[in-house]
Each structure stands twice: as structure tokens, then as C-alpha cells.
């Protein structure tokens, strides 16, 4: 697929009448060095940077922590650097602090840092316990684990602090992974310094950073290639709007009847104007979904701006050619569930004749049989598959990432966990082919599918169910809805 294919909207472009809200980027450690460069170039010092840094993330300690005695940990790098300009700063304020280091500072920054720092620096086998313990050991440089000694004393002061906060991110992650290098302890707070980075959002190292506050130090970001999805504005109908204006969201039955009913339902509910459910007759649900025969003239309908298929398609003969159907028409497609089960068993050559703009949604299991050859961290693995696939890739979870042929990506929040759940993919099929339906370039309607999503699971709680998500899905519209 073309970029030019992404670029494709229906008919009735609608697109204006949606955007979100500033989108937070996300830095790879090869950004975040050029946004430094970027800064230096206009005049600002690494020590000028590292000031900010500390300063913000004292403050930010100071608000989250109020005077709690703090054990600071500081590094050999400039995340050390910036632990001595915390230290600096909270013992201005009053707060009691203390100081060990791990070794002394090797750069330049970091030296200068310590020196301006007048209280008593300890080695790090001299450290004793505070109620509240900073991690400025390691950054964005860790680049291996961390030795036995260090490991073993970090989680000793972890499990006697009350409160725990890594400036940056936590030693011991890998920052453009999300994967941990040592099997090290949670923080309660975790201070981006400058801008969210990737092991802030992907899993395991999303769960050990908790909190993410991100402290600002002035850095210009333009357009970045990834992105933390950001929450949605999306235009209410206007007086001139009637149902196919709107979008119509056409869903495919198949074998199991309840998937599909969820998908339409939850199409209807994310502010599809017509919703019709084809080939599942014998299925009931809300008196204004609309029913359909399966038929090449039902599916050929014009009117059409969005076809959902997967959920509950069933894997037998019936499957196989709705989908073979499906993939012939030029609506904009959302595939899930049973449509790419029944992908990986075709082989992904069937797709090579998709133009219309395309969202598919796998879980890590439909993802690996997908994607067979595709190996590496979550970002990695989603971005390759966006490539060779043409298409906009979905990849659930708790750290959903969604990625573009042409090299953009996102992250969302942290998912909360009830989610993992039968019958809530379905749903986030259904909210993908509204959005798609109202004429929202697939990224975006992605994007906005996944936080719409995540933001009725939030709202329905522990114990939820899927039908539940698609009752909290009005009071997620609630929050993101913008008079037209
Ligand atoms: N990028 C920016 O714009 C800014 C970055 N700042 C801080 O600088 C940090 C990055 O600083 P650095 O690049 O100096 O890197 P780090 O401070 O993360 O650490 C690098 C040092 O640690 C050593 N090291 C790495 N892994 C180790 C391990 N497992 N055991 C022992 N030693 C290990 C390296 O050899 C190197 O000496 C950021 O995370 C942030 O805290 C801020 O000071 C100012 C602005
Ligand atoms: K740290």
C-alpha cells in the first residue's frame, strides 16, 4: 500500500470535523539526543538543560512528596547530574536531603552539578534509608544491567522508602524497549524529563514507573513519528447532518452470533448514523440496528463507509467467502478476529489488491501468526508489520500500539486491566469502523477508537463485561464531544 492510499478518505470527507487535543510526543533515545542538539543549537547549555531538568523535577517531587526526607541516588552520567540538582534545590526549600552516589560524575554537567551541590555526598554502601528515595542513577544511557551489588542495595533502600520517584525513567530499563535489563523495583512516580519516552508507555517497564509526570525543560519537538494517543475533540452533529451523513457502519455476521452484535452495537453507540448487520438475521439487539441478508448487493451498497469483519465470522467455508467478499468491495475496511485468523491461514498475498484505507486489530496471538517472521520489542515488531502489510495496525493490550505503513506510531495510556476480557476487541472493531465511517483518516480513527475504548473501561470499572463498554462508551462521547 501507497502512502497515497492512506491518504484516501471516503466520499464524504468529514474529517475537519474531528482532531484531538495536542498530542504528547513520544522520544526515542536518537530524538531525544537531536531534541538536545536542537536546543544547543539555540543556545541553550547541557548545564542550562540539566538546571531545568532538576529544577522541574524537584518540584514536581516536592508537590508529589511534600517534605518528606529524600535519599537521592545518584549516577555516574547526567541523570546523576540531574539527581544533584534535585538535591540542590530541595534542600533550598527546607527539605531535608541526603545524597549517595553510586560513582562520581564523569561528565562535565554532572561535575559541575555535585559542585554547586554544598551538603554531604555518601558513597552508596554508606547510604542509609529515607522515607522518600529518587533513582537518578541511569537515564536514557543506561545501556546494560545493573551489577549485583548496585541491584540488591537499590531494592534494600526501594522496600524501606514509603515513596519512591526515578527522574527520568527507572534505572534499569531499556528506554526504547519498554523491556527491563535487571529485575528491578517499582517507583510510585516516575519524572520524564523533557518529554515521555517509550518505556514510560510500552509493558513491563510502563507497570515500574507508575505515575509518569513529564517535567518540562523547554525542548522544541516538530512533527514526531510517535506519539502518546492522545484524547479525542470529535465535532457533534450539525443541523444539516441526517443518519448517512453520519456514517454508515456495515458489520458481517458469521457463526457466533453475540461478537458481531457487539461490534454493530458498539459502532452504533460511537455515533454511526446507520448501522446494518449483514447475513445475522437471527440475531436481536437495539430496535434501530438495522438487519440485512447477506447478499453482493447488500455489501456492494454505495452508501457504505466503513465494513467491520472478523468478530464472530466464524473459520469454516461460510467465513472464508464473506471475507473473500468483503476484501473485493472498496469500503473502508476494519478486519479482526476470525477475518485474520483466517488471514495468517491464507497468507497475507490476499490483501494486494486492498486500496481503500484499512485497520486491522490482532491481539499479541492473532499478531504472531500474522506476522511469523517479525521478531523484536512491541514498536518494532508493529512497525515493520505496518510496513509490509500496507494496512494500519492495531496490536491490543495493556500498551496498545498502533502503527502506519508510512512509519507513524502511537502509544496509549496504560489500559486498565479489567479489558482483558471476551468480547471487548469486538467492540473496539465496531468504535474503529465508526470512526473510519465518519471519514477519519485510519490513523486517527485508530487512535481515537483505542482512547474511546480505554475511556469507557475506565469509566465501567472492575467487573466489567464488554456489553458494559459499550453502555460507558455515551459518557466517554461526553467527555470529547465539541459543538460543530
Ligand atoms: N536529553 C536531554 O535533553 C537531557 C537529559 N538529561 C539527563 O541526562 C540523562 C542521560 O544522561 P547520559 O547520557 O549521561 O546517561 P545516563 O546518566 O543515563 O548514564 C550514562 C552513564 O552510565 C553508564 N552506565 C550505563 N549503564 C550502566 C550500568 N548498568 N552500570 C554502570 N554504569 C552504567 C554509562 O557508561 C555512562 O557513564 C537523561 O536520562 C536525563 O536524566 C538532563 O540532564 C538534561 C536534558
Ligand atoms: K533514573
Same mark, same amino acid.
Given at each position: 500500500?501507497?502512502?497515497?492510499?492512506?491518504?484516501?478518505?471516503?466520499?464524504?470527507?468529514?474529517?475537519?470535523?474531528?482532531? @484531538?487535543?495536542?498530542?504528547?510526543?513520544?522520544?526515542?533515545?536518537?530524538?531525544?539526543?537531536?531534541?538536545?542538539?536542537?536546543?544547543?543549537?539555540?543556545?541553550?547549555?547541557?548545564?542550562?538543560?540539566?538546571?531545568?531538568?532538576?529544577?522541574?523535577?524537584?518540584?514536581?517531587?516536592?508537590?508529589? +512528596?511534600?517534605?518528606?526526607?529524600?535519599?537521592?541516588?545518584?549516577?555516574?552520567?547526567?541523570?546523576?547530574?540531574?539527581?544533584?540538582?534535585?538535591?540542590?534545590?530541595?534542600?533550598?526549600?527546607?527539605?531535608?536531603?541526603?545524597?549517595? @552516589?553510586?560513582?562520581?560524575?564523569?561528565?562535565?554537567?554532572?561535575?559541575?552539578?555535585?559542585?554547586?551541590?554544598?551538603?554531604?555526598?555518601?558513597?552508596?554502601?554508606?547510604?542509609? $534509608?529515607?522515607?522518600?528515595?529518587?533513582?537518578?542513577?541511569?537515564?536514557?544511557?543506561?545501556?546494560?544491567?545493573?551489577?549485583?551489588?548496585?541491584?540488591?542495595?537499590?531494592?534494600?533502600?526501594?522496600?524501606?522508602?514509603?515513596?519512591?520517584?526515578?527522574?527520568?525513567?527507572?534505572?534499569?530499563?531499556?528506554?526504547?524497549?519498554?523491556?527491563?535489563?535487571?529485575?528491578?523495583?517499582?517507583?510510585?512516580?516516575?519524572?520524564?524529563?523533557?518529554?515521555?519516552?517509550?518505556?514510560?508507555?510500552? *509493558?513491563?517497564?510502563?507497570?515500574?514507573?507508575?505515575?509518569?509526570?513529564?517535567?518540562?525543560?523547554?525542548?522544541?519537538?516538530?512533527?514526531?513519528?510517535?506519539?502518546?494517543?492522545?484524547?479525542?475533540?470529535?465535532?457533534?452533529?450539525?443541523? $444539516?447532518?441526517?443518519?448517512?451523513?453520519?456514517?454508515?457502519?456495515?458489520?458481517?455476521?458469521?457463526?457466533?452470533?453475540? @461478537?458481531?452484535?457487539?461490534?454493530?452495537?458498539?459502532?452504533? %453507540?460511537?455515533?454511526?448514523?446507520?448501522?446494518?448487520?449483514?447475513?445475522?438475521?437471527?440475531?436481536?439487539?437495539?430496535?434501530?440496528?438495522?438487519? %440485512?441478508?447477506?447478499?453482493?448487493?447488500?455489501?456492494?451498497?454505495?452508501?457504505?463507509? +466503513?465494513?467491520?469483519?472478523?468478530?464472530?465470522?466464524?473459520?469454516?467455508?461460510?467465513?472464508?467467502?464473506?471475507?473473500?467478499?468483503?476484501?473485493?468491495?472498496?469500503?473502508?475496511?476494519?478486519?479482526?478476529?476470525? +477475518?485474520?485468523?483466517?488471514?495468517?491461514?491464507?497468507?497475507?498475498?490476499?490483501?494486494?489488491?486492498?486500496?481503500?484505507?484499512?485497520?486491522?486489530?490482532?491481539?499479541?496471538? *492473532?499478531?504472531?501468526?500474522?506476522?511469523?517472521?517479525?521478531?523484536?520489542?512491541?514498536?518494532?515488531?508493529?512497525?515493520?508489520?505496518?510496513?509490509?502489510?500496507?494496512?494500519?495496525?492495531?496490536?491490543?493490550?495493556?500498551?496498545?500500539?498502533?502503527?502506519?505503513?508510512?512509519? %507513524?506510531?502511537?502509544?496509549?495510556?496504560?489500559?486498565?486491566?479489567?479489558?482483558?476480557? +471476551?468480547?471487548?476487541?469486538?467492540?473496539?472493531?465496531?468504535?474503529?469502523?465508526?470512526?473510519?465511517?465518519?471519514?477519519?483518516?485510519?490513523?486517527?480513527?485508530?487512535?481515537?477508537?483505542?482512547?474511546?475504548?480505554? *475511556?469507557?473501561?475506565?469509566?465501567?470499572?472492575?467487573?466489567?463485561?464488554?456489553?458494559?463498554?459499550?453502555?460507558?462508551?455515551?459518557?466517554?462521547?461526553?467527555?470529547?464531544?465539541? @459543538?460543530?
Amino acid at each position: 500500500m501507497t502512502i497515497s492510499k492512506l491518504e484516501t478518505l471516503p466520499q464524504h470527507d468529514r474529517s475537519i470535523r474531528s482532531s @484531538a487535543l495536542n498530542p504528547r510526543p513520544i522520544l526515542r533515545l536518537q530524538a531525544m539526543r537531536a531534541a538536545e542538539m536542537a536546543a544547543m543549537k539555540c543556545g541553550s547549555s547541557v548545564d542550562d538543560l540539566m538546571e531545568k531538568a532538576g529544577k522541574v523535577a524537584a518540584s514536581i517531587t516536592r508537590s508529589f +512528596a511534600g517534605n518528606m526526607p529524600a535519599l537521592i541516588l545518584c549516577g555516574p552520567g547526567n541523570n546523576g547530574g540531574d539527581g544533584y540538582v534535585v538535591a540542590r534545590y530541595l534542600a533550598e526549600w527546607g527539605i531535608p536531603v541526603s545524597v549517595a @552516589a553510586y560513582s562520581e560524575p564523569k561528565t562535565d554537567a554532572a561535575k559541575k552539578a555535585r559542585s554547586l551541590f554544598s551538603g554531604k555526598v555518601t558513597s552508596l554502601d554508606e547510604a542509609e $534509608a529515607a522515607p522518600l528515595l529518587i533513582d537518578a542513577l541511569f537515564g536514557v544511557g543506561m545501556s546494560r544491567s545493573l551489577d549485583n551489588a548496585l541491584l540488591s542495595k537499590l531494592t534494600a533502600l526501594s522496600k524501606a522508602a514509603s515513596l519512591r520517584i526515578a527522574i527520568d525513567v527507572p534505572s534499569g530499563v531499556d528506554t526504547d524497549k519498554g523491556s527491563l535489563l535487571s529485575d528491578i523495583p517499582a517507583f510510585d512516580l516516575t519524572i520524564a524529563i523533557g518529554a515521555l519516552k517509550p518505556a514510560h508507555r510500552l *509493558e513491563p517497564s510502563a507497570t515500574i514507573c507508575g505515575r509518569v509526570a513529564v517535567g518540562d525543560i523547554d525542548l522544541t519537538i516538530s512533527n514526531p513519528d510517535l506519539i502518546e494517543i492522545p484524547k479525542p475533540r470529535l465535532a457533534a452533529p450539525t443541523p $444539516a447532518d441526517y443518519k448517512y451523513s453520519r456514517g454508515y457502519v456495515a458489520i458481517t455476521a458469521g457463526a457466533m452470533a453475540g @461478537a458481531s452484535l457487539l461490534s454493530a452495537v458498539a459502532a452504533q %453507540r460511537a455515533g454511526a448514523g446507520y448501522v446494518a448487520l449483514l447475513g445475522g438475521e437471527t440475531i436481536s439487539g437495539p430496535m434501530a440496528l438495522v438487519h %440485512r441478508s447477506w447478499s453482493r448487493e447488500a455489501l456492494a451498497d454505495e452508501r457504505i463507509n +466503513a465494513l467491520v469483519i472478523g468478530p464472530g465470522l466464524g473459520r469454516d467455508e461460510l467465513g472464508v467467502q464473506r471475507l473473500s467478499m468483503a476484501l473485493d468491495t472498496s469500503h473502508p475496511l476494519v478486519l479482526d478476529a476470525d +477475518a485474520l485468523f483466517l488471514l495468517s491461514r491464507e497468507g497475507l498475498d490476499c490483501l494486494r489488491n486492498i486500496q481503500q484505507p484499512t485497520i486491522i486489530t490482532p491481539h499479541e496471538g *492473532e499478531f504472531k501468526r500474522l506476522f511469523e517472521g517479525i521478531s523484536g520489542d512491541k514498536l518494532t515488531r508493529v512497525t515493520k508489520a505496518a510496513a509490509l502489510s500496507g494496512l494500519v495496525v492495531v496490536l491490543k493490550g495493556a500498551d496498545t500500539v498502533i502503527a502506519t505503513p508510512d512509519g %507513524r506510531a502511537a502509544i496509549s495510556q496504560p489500559a486498565v486491566s479489567w479489558l482483558a476480557n +471476551a468480547g471487548t476487541g469486538d467492540v473496539l472493531s465496531g468504535i474503529c469502523g465508526a470512526m473510519l465511517a465518519r471519514g477519519m483518516d485510519p490513523f486517527d480513527a485508530a487512535c481515537t477508537a483505542v482512547w474511546l475504548h480505554g *475511556e469507557a473501561a475506565r469509566l465501567a470499572g472492575p467487573g466489567m463485561i464488554a456489553d458494559d463498554l459499550i453502555h460507558h462508551l455515551r459518557s466517554a462521547f461526553v467527555e470529547v464531544t465539541v @459543538a460543530s
